[in-house]
Protein backbone atom coordinates (compact mmCIF):
# COMPACT_ATOMS: atom_id res chain seq x y z
CA UNK A 1 0.00 0.00 0.00
CA UNK A 2 1.26 3.05 -1.39
CA UNK A 3 -0.28 6.16 0.43
CA UNK A 4 0.90 9.96 0.75
CA UNK A 5 -1.36 12.53 1.67
CA UNK A 6 0.00 16.27 2.51
CA UNK A 7 -1.64 18.68 4.84
CA UNK A 8 -0.32 21.77 5.89
CA UNK A 9 2.57 20.83 7.48
CA UNK A 10 2.94 17.18 7.47
CA UNK A 11 3.16 14.61 4.99
CA UNK A 12 1.47 11.25 5.73
CA UNK A 13 2.52 8.04 4.44
CA UNK A 14 3.05 4.42 4.29
CA UNK A 15 4.86 3.00 7.22
CA UNK A 16 8.34 1.49 5.50
CA UNK A 17 11.11 0.07 7.15
CA UNK A 18 13.67 3.28 6.77
CA UNK A 19 11.29 4.67 9.70
CA UNK A 20 12.82 1.86 12.13
CA UNK A 21 14.83 4.94 14.29
CA UNK A 22 11.47 7.08 14.13
CA UNK A 23 9.53 4.12 15.52
CA UNK A 24 12.03 3.50 18.34
CA UNK A 25 12.42 7.13 19.22
CA UNK A 26 8.56 7.01 19.68
CA UNK A 27 7.62 3.45 21.11
CA UNK A 28 10.66 3.51 23.40
CA UNK A 29 9.71 6.19 25.01
CA UNK A 30 7.69 5.79 28.44
CA UNK A 31 5.84 9.20 28.35
CA UNK A 32 4.50 7.93 25.27
CA UNK A 33 3.52 4.64 27.21
CA UNK A 34 2.20 6.59 30.26
CA UNK A 35 -1.62 5.98 28.68
CA UNK A 36 -1.10 2.92 26.69
CA UNK A 37 0.15 0.33 29.21
CA UNK A 38 3.02 1.54 30.30
CA UNK A 39 5.05 -1.22 27.73
CA UNK A 40 7.52 0.35 25.49
CA UNK A 41 10.11 -1.48 23.65
CA UNK A 42 13.84 -1.45 24.25
CA UNK A 43 14.96 -2.54 21.54
CA UNK A 44 15.30 -1.77 17.20
CA UNK A 45 14.09 -5.38 16.66
CA UNK A 46 10.80 -4.67 17.75
CA UNK A 47 10.73 -0.93 16.37
CA UNK A 48 11.16 -3.36 13.06
CA UNK A 49 8.08 -5.96 14.24
CA UNK A 50 5.99 -2.58 14.55
CA UNK A 51 6.67 -1.78 11.45
CA UNK A 52 6.03 -5.27 9.67
CA UNK A 53 2.56 -5.82 12.06
CA UNK A 54 1.26 -2.07 10.29
CA UNK A 55 2.32 -3.13 6.69
CA UNK A 56 0.40 -6.56 7.07
CA UNK A 57 -2.34 -4.37 8.11
CA UNK A 58 -2.33 -2.96 4.94
CA UNK A 59 -2.15 -5.27 3.08
CA UNK A 60 -4.90 -7.88 5.10
CA UNK A 61 -7.10 -4.89 6.08
CA UNK A 62 -6.56 -2.04 3.38
CA UNK A 63 -5.43 0.34 6.15
CA UNK A 64 -3.24 0.74 8.91
CA UNK A 65 -1.15 3.77 10.51
CA UNK A 66 0.71 6.07 8.42
CA UNK A 67 3.75 8.06 9.37
CA UNK A 68 3.66 11.51 10.10
CA UNK A 69 6.39 13.18 8.25
CA UNK A 70 7.34 17.04 8.94
CA UNK A 71 7.19 18.75 5.85
CA UNK A 72 9.56 21.38 6.72
CA UNK A 73 11.99 19.23 7.92
CA UNK A 74 11.77 15.38 6.81
CA UNK A 75 11.47 14.54 10.04
CA UNK A 76 9.49 11.27 11.25
CA UNK A 77 7.48 13.16 14.06
CA UNK A 78 5.34 10.04 14.75
CA UNK A 79 2.23 8.19 13.50
CA UNK A 80 -1.46 9.11 12.31
CA UNK A 81 -4.34 7.06 10.91
CA UNK A 82 -7.27 4.45 10.71
CA UNK A 83 -6.87 1.23 12.00
CA UNK A 84 -9.62 -1.56 11.26
CA UNK A 85 -10.12 -3.21 14.36
CA UNK A 86 -11.41 -7.03 13.11
CA UNK A 87 -9.92 -9.20 15.19
CA UNK A 88 -11.54 -10.39 18.04
CA UNK A 89 -8.33 -9.84 20.56
CA UNK A 90 -8.92 -6.08 19.46
CA UNK A 91 -12.35 -5.96 20.54
CA UNK A 92 -12.85 -2.72 22.65
CA UNK A 93 -15.58 -1.79 24.47
CA UNK A 94 -17.47 -4.74 23.38
CA UNK A 95 -17.50 -4.16 19.92
CA UNK A 96 -15.42 -5.63 16.74
CA UNK A 97 -15.04 -4.94 13.38
CA UNK A 98 -14.69 -0.76 13.48
CA UNK A 99 -12.35 1.73 12.69
CA UNK A 100 -10.25 3.77 14.82
CA UNK A 101 -8.74 7.01 14.72
CA UNK A 102 -5.16 7.19 16.41
CA UNK A 103 -1.84 9.35 16.44
CA UNK A 104 0.85 8.89 18.53
CA UNK A 105 4.04 11.61 18.43
CA UNK A 106 7.37 12.29 19.52
CA UNK A 107 6.95 14.00 22.82
CA UNK A 108 8.79 16.69 21.56
CA UNK A 109 6.15 17.45 18.71
CA UNK A 110 3.63 17.59 21.23
CA UNK A 111 1.19 20.31 21.45
CA UNK A 112 2.25 21.55 18.32
CA UNK A 113 -1.39 21.15 16.73
CA UNK A 114 -0.07 18.07 14.24
CA UNK A 115 -2.38 15.14 16.42
CA UNK A 116 -5.15 17.39 15.21
CA UNK A 117 -3.47 18.34 11.94
CA UNK A 118 -3.21 15.15 11.14
CA UNK A 119 -6.37 13.02 12.62
CA UNK A 120 -8.64 15.80 10.35
CA UNK A 121 -6.86 14.63 7.51
CA UNK A 122 -7.21 11.10 8.04
CA UNK A 123 -11.39 11.94 8.93
CA UNK A 124 -11.66 13.06 5.27
CA UNK A 125 -9.85 10.20 4.02
CA UNK A 126 -11.90 7.44 5.96
CA UNK A 127 -15.27 9.42 5.02
CA UNK A 128 -14.17 10.50 1.49
CA UNK A 129 -11.73 7.78 0.35
CA UNK A 130 -12.85 4.55 2.03
CA UNK A 131 -16.46 5.14 2.30
CA UNK A 132 -16.98 4.54 6.06
CA UNK A 133 -19.72 5.10 7.97
CA UNK A 134 -18.55 5.78 10.77
CA UNK A 135 -15.42 6.43 12.56
CA UNK A 136 -14.34 5.88 16.66
CA UNK A 137 -11.67 6.63 18.80
CA UNK A 138 -10.96 5.92 22.50
CA UNK A 139 -8.89 7.22 25.02
CA UNK A 140 -7.83 6.50 28.37
CA UNK A 141 -9.73 9.15 31.10
CA UNK A 142 -6.87 10.23 32.40
CA UNK A 143 -5.20 11.37 28.93
CA UNK A 144 -6.61 15.11 29.10
CA UNK A 145 -5.00 15.73 25.83
CA UNK A 146 -6.25 12.74 23.68
CA UNK A 147 -9.52 12.73 25.00
CA UNK A 148 -9.31 17.03 23.89
CA UNK A 149 -8.01 15.69 20.30
CA UNK A 150 -11.26 13.73 19.94
CA UNK A 151 -13.03 16.32 20.81
CA UNK A 152 -11.93 19.16 18.79
CA UNK A 153 -11.97 16.93 15.49
CA UNK A 154 -15.43 16.08 16.01
CA UNK A 155 -16.32 12.79 17.76
CA UNK A 156 -19.00 12.84 19.91
CA UNK A 157 -18.25 10.94 23.87
CA UNK A 158 -20.40 7.76 23.44
CA UNK A 159 -19.70 6.14 26.70
CA UNK A 160 -17.46 5.42 29.40
CA UNK A 161 -15.78 1.91 29.55
CA UNK A 162 -13.05 -0.42 30.84
CA UNK A 163 -10.10 -1.49 29.50
CA UNK A 164 -7.67 -4.21 31.18
CA UNK A 165 -9.02 -2.52 34.40
CA UNK A 166 -8.55 1.29 33.13
CA UNK A 167 -11.41 3.50 32.52
CA UNK A 168 -10.96 4.94 29.06
CA UNK A 169 -13.93 7.04 26.71
CA UNK A 170 -15.27 5.87 23.80
CA UNK A 171 -16.09 8.39 20.81
CA UNK A 172 -18.44 7.98 17.15
CA UNK A 173 -18.69 9.98 14.22
CA UNK A 174 -20.58 9.19 11.61
CA UNK A 175 -20.50 10.11 7.88
CA UNK A 176 -23.70 12.42 8.23
CA UNK A 177 -22.30 14.07 11.23
CA UNK A 178 -19.02 14.47 9.66
CA UNK A 179 -20.94 15.97 6.16
CA UNK A 180 -23.27 18.22 8.76
CA UNK A 181 -19.70 19.60 10.25
CA UNK A 182 -17.61 20.26 6.59
CA UNK A 183 -20.45 22.49 5.14
CA UNK A 184 -20.67 24.22 8.59
CA UNK A 185 -17.06 25.10 7.99
CA UNK A 186 -17.40 25.91 4.22
CA UNK A 187 -20.03 28.30 4.88
Known amino acids: MKVYIETERLILRDLRAEDIDGIFELDSNPLVHKYLGNNPINSKNQAKEIIK ?10 IGRFAAIKKSSGEF ?49 GFDNLKLDTIVGAAEVANIASNKILKKIGLQFINEFKYENVPCNWYELNKEDYGKKMSRMWR
Open 77 to 125: IGWSGLKLNSDKKEALNGKQNFYDIGYRLIPKFWGKGYATESSIKMLQY
Open 53 to 62: FVQLQYKERG
